[in-house]
């Protein structure tokens, strides 16, 4: 089943026996279930009605006895397992699945991991059970992602601060949800979010940030690199050098593939590399100020100083240091 589909059947009264939010995005199965614990039952039922257990501590017996009793006062209860993941017998719901009681709404919430479909109680539960399975979002459906939920706030945003934001929050959905939130209680009735807006309530430089560094970088601008690795030094959390390795390396990595590629239409490069169509040009410019050669050694010395960061054949060289040592090599 779908998120939208789940959510349209129970405002519509529509309910099945058992439902299983599996997967590694949590972002969904938090929400459903915060939806069905707030919102299946009226606030008269809830006291009676409503049963949540925790993966950790829950006694399958006691979740068992939970399903098969009858609602008080009302025509339907909820019993729901948050962190299903963490309980070990969680095989053992296999009876209840055989013969569920029509009054009881069941939610397990079996998050980071998905049960494997081949063993039986994998193909039980999907014969039997109402089953989402969640994936993480590839990075080139992140900019409809969040422009979609932007929308459903009523508000826009430009095109340059989805980038920063997305650069800086990458896929952790909830955060990101979370960071827009924050931003759009501080717009005073301004419906469209630009980069300033991120800049005062994300914390997020417009002109600083690993994006920029990034961009300076492709467009060899030594100069502009080592202000923003100097604004970094100065403010730790703008830019630890964490963040900086994997950002270039995922960046320099796809311009490798581009760059095996010969094509150079924006279209088929975005196809190629997964991306959004937004973020083309970036690799378009890199490929025209770096040859195939030069990729592949940048990809070197990403490598080099990733082990570098982790103190491995370091000297005493703090992280800016090495940002910057790692730039001019790049760059020159």
Not at 42 to 53: I, P, R
Not at 196 to 218: H, P, R, T, Y
Not at 270 to 283: E, P, Q, R, W
Request: charged residues 25%; glycine residues 4%.
């Amino acid at each position: 089943m779908e998120v939208d589909q789940i959510q349209s059947d129970w405002r519509k009264g529509i309910f099945k026996p058992v439902y299983w939010f599996e997967g590694e995005e949590s972002y969904y199965i938090d929400k459903l279930t915060d939806f069905a614990e707030k919102n299946i039952l009226t606030v008269e039922e809830l006291a009676f009605n409503l049963s949540v257990f925790y993966g950790k501590d829950a006694k399958m017996e006691d979740v068992l006895n939970a399903c098969r009793r009858y609602p008080v006062f009302s025509d339907k209860q909820v019993v729901i397992i948050k962190e299903a993941q963490q309980m070990r017998d969680i095989e053992k719901i296999e009876s209840y699945l055989n013969a569920p009681l029509a009054s009881t709404i069941l939610l397990i919430a079996y998050k980071e991991k998905t049960f494997d479909k081949r063993k039986a109680f994998g193909k039980s539960l999907h014969k039997k059970a109402a089953v989402l399975s969640t994936k993480k979002l590839y990075d080139n459906e992140l900019p409809q992602w969040v422009s979609s939920m932007v929308q459903q706030k009523g508000l826009e945003i430009e095109q340059k601060a989805l980038q920063i934001l997305i650069d800086h929050i990458g896929n952790d959905l909830q955060r990101m949800e979370n960071e827009v939130e924050k931003v759009t209680l501080n717009l005073k009735g301004r419906k469209k979010i630009n980069e300033d807006d991120i800049e005062a309530f994300v914390g997020v430089s417009k002109e600083f940030n690993v994006f920029e560094l990034q961009k300076a970088i492709i467009s060899r601008d030594m100069a502009k690199s080592i202000r923003i690795i100097n604004y970094f030094a100065s403010n730790p959390k703008a830019g630890p050098i964490q963040l900086v390795l994997p950002t270039l390396y995922s960046f320099f990595s796809k311009l490798y593939i581009a760059t095996s590629s010969n094509s150079r239409d924006e279209r088929s490069i975005a196809s190629l590399l997964g991306i959004n169509a937004f973020f083309v040009k970036d690799y378009i410019n890199a490929m025209q100020r770096f040859t195939p050669s030069e990729v592949e050694n940048i990809l070197l010395i990403l490598h080099h100083y990733n082990l570098k960061s982790i103190g491995i054949s370091r000297a005493d060289v703090d992280d800016a240091g090495l940002m910057s040592e790692m730039v001019a090599k790049i760059i020159i």
